[in-house]
């Protein structure tokens, strides 16, 4: 058994797709095609969340705080490599400015900027999401196994 499905409960491409969950909001925000307050992006952005809560509550890994977590990060992985690929498109091509800062490097600062603010925000809610999970993980009872399951 690999260390991540013994202590995270899942495996890795399994902790991966759940990540892959929120990745769809990153492209239809970053192509515009949904806009910030609308109803798909509320829901874009929090059913993801409930569908890795309710992966931990099924499968009740040992520590599902940081699987959770460790799920957010992926995302904000995933979150990361999003934005850089569509970094032109989010921006219609006319991509922020630093003021006086050189043109040469304004473009690899905010590209920085934005790498560090997409993995500070899959981690973030991966906590929160992961706070959720614990707690409803200590609230309810454990499932009960079927035969078959065992």
Known sequence: MSLGRRTLGFSWPALVALAALAAPRVVLHDLHVVEEGSVATVLLAVVPSICWVAAV????????????VVIGAI???LLAVGHQVLWNQAFDGVAPSLGEVDPR????ILRVAAVFSSLVTGVLVGVVTG?????LSRLLPPRSHSVCER
């Open 57 to 68: 509550l099924w499968r009740r890994p040992p520590r599902p705080f940081l699987t959770v």
């Open 75 to 77: 995302y904000g992985v």
């Open 105 to 108: 490097a304004q473009e690899g």
């Open 131 to 135: 706070a959720v999970a614990a707690a």
